[in-house]
């Protein structure tokens, strides 16, 4: 019975992280006509009329092209909504038993949240004692939603690496966390670094399915759930 409750309380904490970034913005992708037509040597004076003609001319469709463009209100929109988030997340982990977040509660009501978030901030980082799944599937993964974000708004690796160390570490791991746990050193290394890691893998397995006509071993069945995966989890 102990065993089911925690199954249910660990399902509810990623269903709302994945149900926050499914109301999040879509990319920032370029509204364009199905066809492009893309010049390599051409200068801006020439017309299109005289495109057609010339070799350097390469027309493409753009349904295959993943390339989202830069988009800063996005960014701070979805940013916004992954704030709300941690903020239900932190309520589950409260009503969560303590063997789930390893919180003292008692002590916690006891100090009060200031007091007990300057103290923790204080005594961190540790090395914590929770689960396997909650160390290193759960907040790698978070990390890579953090990532997913930035670079479905237009940012370069390094600066969605850098947005995904911000979010987990001063948001979360110093922020909404730390009133009630020491911040975790596994958490400050794993969640960014691996985060980042797994979102680009993401990114770049997202850029190839869409290139490839939303095929994977040429079954637009396997590309299309592929992508839907993708875009749910990330």
Same mark, same amino acid.
């Given at each position: 019975r102990f065993m089911r409750k925690n199954t249910i309380i660990l399902f509810a904490f990623i269903t709302l992280?994945?149900?926050?970034?499914?109301?999040?913005?879509?990319?920032?992708?370029?509204?364009?006509?199905t066809l492009e037509i893309v010049k390599d040597t051409l200068?801006?004076?020439?017309?299109?009329?005289?495109?057609?003609?010339?070799?350097?001319?390469?027309?493409?469709?753009?349904?295959?092209?993943?390339n989202p463009q830069r988009d800063p209100k996005r960014l701070l929109y979805n940013t916004g909504l992954y704030a709300g988030a941690a903020l239900a997340s932190f309520g589950l982990l409260w009503i969560a038993p303590e063997s789930i977040s390893k919180w003292d509660k008692e002590e916690i009501k006891e100090d009060?949240?200031?007091?007990? *978030?300057?103290?923790?901030?204080?005594?961190?980082?540790v090395w914590d004692e929770d689960d396997f799944v909650m160390?290193?599937?759960?907040?790698? *993964?978070?990390?890579?939603?953090?990532?997913?974000?930035?670079?479905?708004?237009?940012?370069?690796? *390094?600066?969605?690496?850098?947005?995904?160390?911000l979010m987990s570490t001063f948001f979360w791991e110093y922020g909404i966390e730390a009133f009630a746990e020491i911040p975790s050193t596994q958490d400050l290394i794993v969640t960014p670094i691996f985060g980042s890691m797994l979102g680009e893998g993401f990114f770049i397995a997202k850029?190839?399915?869409?290139?490839?006509?939303?095929?994977?071993?040429?079954?637009?069945?396997?590309?299309?759930?592929?992508?839907?995966?993708?875009?749910?989890l990330m």
């Open positions: 992280l994945i149900v926050t970034n499914v109301t999040a913005q879509n990319d920032s992708i370029p509204k364009s006509s200068t801006p004076s020439v017309e299109v009329s005289q495109l057609i003609q010339m070799d350097t001319v390469a027309i493409i469709d753009s349904s295959r092209i993943y009060g949240l200031i007091s007990k *978030w300057k103290k923790n901030v204080k005594a961190g980082p160390n290193y599937v759960i907040h790698p *993964w978070a990390g890579a939603v953090y990532y997913m974000t930035a670079r479905g708004s237009g940012y370069k690796p *390094w600066e969605c690496a850098t947005y995904s160390f850029k190839q399915i869409i290139k490839k006509d939303r095929r994977i071993l040429k079954s637009k069945v396997l590309g299309n759930t592929a992508l839907f995966i993708i875009i749910i």
